[in-house]
């Protein structure tokens, strides 16, 4: 995604992440799933809109929660459906709240989701979203594959001559261990 490093720095929205989050990897649940989550709402809008609604999105599902999230009935949909300062679809909502579930099963059989990403490694783009779609629900190869590069797991990230890229290769991201001979 090079063109976001031409376009996201010293904006307001997309800087901040482009900066400091994008690419950069990570291994707590909470951020994976919140990652995760994001990516899903963002399909079909802009990405500026959901870092917009970021917040809110956060503040609805309880920090990202995935043991809360994952005892979500129908009052709780309701209640985001109801919430105007997030992304009000139904599709996407009970989305999320069935991977928190699925989430819960990836931990009792791998320890963490991120036991279960690295467990994977390395895959190609395909062999990821395939993947992806036999263990979540609405997955697409771009959700997929913009929630791999976000955290860290498939390049593509950041240019080479991005200062943000400088600053992700001493973190060690997977995709660079997987280039390694």
């Known amino acids: 995604m090079s063109w976001y490093c031409d376009v996201a720095p010293g904006h307001p929205f997309h800087g901040p992440y482009h900066?400091?989050?994008?690419?950069?990897?990570?291994a707590d649940e909470r951020a994976l799933f919140?990652?995760?989550?994001?990516?899903?709402?963002?399909?079909g809008l802009s990405w500026l809109i959901v870092l917009k609604k970021r917040e809110?999105?956060?503040?609805?599902?309880?920090?990202?929660?995935?043991?809360?999230?994952?005892?979500?009935?129908?009052?709780?949909?309701?209640?985001l459906m109801a919430d105007a300062g997030i992304i009000r679809n139904g599709r996407k909502i009970d989305a999320v709240?069935?991977?928190?579930?699925?989430?819960?099963?990836?931990?009792?059989?791998?320890?963490?989701?991120?036991?279960?990403?690295?467990l994977h490694q390395p895959r190609s783009k395909?062999?990821?979203?395939k993947l992806f779609k036999q263990t979540f629900v609405f997955m697409g190869g771009e959700v997929v594959n913009e929630f791999l590069m976000s955290i860290g797991t498939l390049p593509g990230a950041h240019r080479e001559?991005?200062?943000?890229?400088?600053?992700?290769?001493?973190?060690?991201?997977?995709?660079?261990?997987?280039?390694?001979p």
Do not use: M
């Not at 709240?97 to 690295?118: D, V």
């Not at 890229?165 to 280039?179: E, G, H, M, N, V």
């Open 34 to 43: 919140e990652r995760l989550t994001l990516e899903i709402f963002q399909a």
């Open 19 to 26: 900066d400091h989050e994008y690419g950069v990897p990570i």
């Open 97 to 118: 709240i069935e991977n928190a579930r699925r989430l819960q099963a990836l931990r009792n059989t791998h320890g963490s989701f991120a036991a279960w990403i690295g």
């Open 161 to 180: 001559d991005c200062p943000a890229f400088a600053r992700i290769l001493p973190l060690q991201p997977a995709w660079l261990k997987d280039t390694k």
């Open 126 to 129: 395909d062999e990821w979203v």
């Open 56 to 79: 809110a999105l956060v503040a609805a599902f309880h920090g990202f929660d995935v043991d809360r999230i994952a005892l979500y009935g129908a009052d709780d949909r309701a209640r």
